[in-house]
């Protein structure tokens, strides 16, 4: 659970007006929050909000890490502990760095962000188990029976799940099982050697190796209906039909500006409704070069109407945010010539879409929901 007390948040600072220009701008504060977490000055960026507004409603609010900065950077730790109450490993926990050679398990990155959420108070997301990219090229390009990938999977799950076991209790364990756009399963390494059965296979090994694990489907372009979305849809009843052990979707939710589905909310309910928990699981918002300030009230909008769409839906359980800041962002380099798609900027100064965030949470009536929040 995230200890509201700790995270190392900063006090607010004090001015020098007396008690009742104090008062009198408490009241302001909070008439403005928003406004007023925009303005704040580079000092005072963390210490936000956003932990106690989502501690009220019940969700988690969530943000991918990496290694390096976690470690050693100071700004970067206060803004994840000010602002967030989970961490989703951006990279190190990927195949491609857990397992890099056969039975050669690097746990250095792993520890260091479970060590961190746990010295905060804050929850881990587990990302990811099988997924077609960032694999070893002695998974990806060995020749396997099914006999030996089943073992080679089951050796993989026993060893990550199994040492995080009780303490990462949320596990994305497929990752994008649809093609990029259409309705169609993609042809990855599972689905050559086991065939679409990968799937319920995986879910239910992973469940016998951490019986408690919620876990998950992660998926992009499903968050607006259409073919992809309905098609995850089927494969999920089809899997729920079939007792496969399936506790969540994933929406991952990486936007391009002008692009947030009006029925993103009656997506994710579909899953509620099959007593599924959903979770908006890699939230960024892209925004072509350069930005201006219109694009980035505009992006504040699109932040508020995710995090009010996950609030508008029972099982919603958290929202994640895909990166610290606009500098650590996998934008720029993964989409040339999109920029500044997070809530903090490069300088970890809050930007509009942070505030957005805080209003959603706002306006939304608090209703503290039971249950799971990574
Ligand atoms: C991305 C990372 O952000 C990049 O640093 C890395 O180079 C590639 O992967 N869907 C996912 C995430 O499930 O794991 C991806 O993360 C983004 C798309």
């Known amino acids: 659970m995230h200890n509201a007390t700790s995270g190392g948040r900063r006090a607010p600072a004090r001015g020098r007006g007396g008690l009742l220009a104090a008062g009198a701008l408490g009241a302001v504060a909070v008439a403005v929050t928003a406004v007023l977490v925009v303005a704040l000055p580079r000092e005072d960026s963390t210490g936000g909000?956003?932990?106690?507004?989502?501690?009220a409603h019940g969700i988690g609010l969530g943000?991918?890490?990496a290694v390096n900065p976690l470690v050693h950077d100071?700004?970067?730790?206060?803004?994840?502990?000010g602002n967030y109450t989970s961490v989703t490993a951006e990279n190190t926990m990927k195949w491609q760095y857990v397992q890099p050679e056969r039975y050669e398990f690097d746990w250095s990155g792993p520890d260091a962000v479970v060590?961190?959420?746990?010295?905060?108070?804050?929850?881990?997301?587990?990302?990811?188990l099988l997924w077609h990219n960032q694999q070893p090229a002695w998974l990806s390009e060995g020749s396997w029976t099914e006999a030996e990938l089943l073992k080679v999977m089951r050796e993989?799950?026993?060893a990550l799940l199994g040492r995080y076991q009780g303490r990462i209790t949320t596990w994305d364990v497929i990752n994008e099982p649809l093609v990029d756009a259409g309705p169609r399963l993609r042809e990855n390494?599972?689905?050559?050697?086991?065939?679409?059965?990968y799937i319920a296979q995986a879910l239910t090994m992973a469940h016998e190796v951490d019986p408690d694990a919620r876990l998950y489907v992660n998926e992009f372009g499903i968050e607006g209906a259409g073919d992809k979305a309905d098609a995850l849809y089927d494969l999920v009843?089809?899997?729920?039909?079939?007792?496969?052990p399936l506790h969540g979707i994933g929406f991952q939710g990486h936007f391009v500006h002008g692009s947030v589905p009006e029925d993103m909310a009656d997506q994710m309910r579909r899953y509620s409704d099959l007593g599924l928990d959903v979770t908006v699981s890699e939230l960024d918002v892209r925004l072509p070069e350069p930005p201006g300030p219109e694009q980035?009230?505009?992006?504040?909008?699109?932040?508020?109407r995710v995090v009010e769409a996950c609030l508008d839906v029972p099982t919603c359980v958290n929202v994640t945010v895909w990166g610290v800041s606009d500098h650590h962002s996998w934008i720029p380099e993964w989409f040339p010539g999109y920029t500044a798609a997070l809530p903090f900027d490069d300088s970890y100064r809050p930007k509009p879409a942070l505030a957005g965030m805080v209003q959603a949470l706002e306006r939304r009536p608090a209703q503290r929901r039971p249950g799971h929040r990574p």
């Not at 909000?49 to 501690?55: R, T």
């Not at 009843?237 to 496969?244: A, F, I, M, P």
């Open 49 to 55: 909000e956003l932990p106690a507004l989502a501690d």
């Open 63 to 65: 943000v991918a890490v």
């Open 74 to 81: 100071d700004d970067y730790q206060d803004v994840v502990t």
């Open 115 to 128: 060590g961190f959420a746990e010295h905060h108070g804050l929850d881990v997301r587990g990302h990811t």
């Open 156 to 158: 993989h799950m026993d």
């Open 189 to 197: 390494l599972w689905y050559q050697v086991l065939g679409e059965d």
């Open 237 to 244: 009843t089809d899997l729920l039909d079939r007792g496969v």
């Open 296 to 304: 980035l009230e505009a992006q504040a909008h699109e932040y508020q």
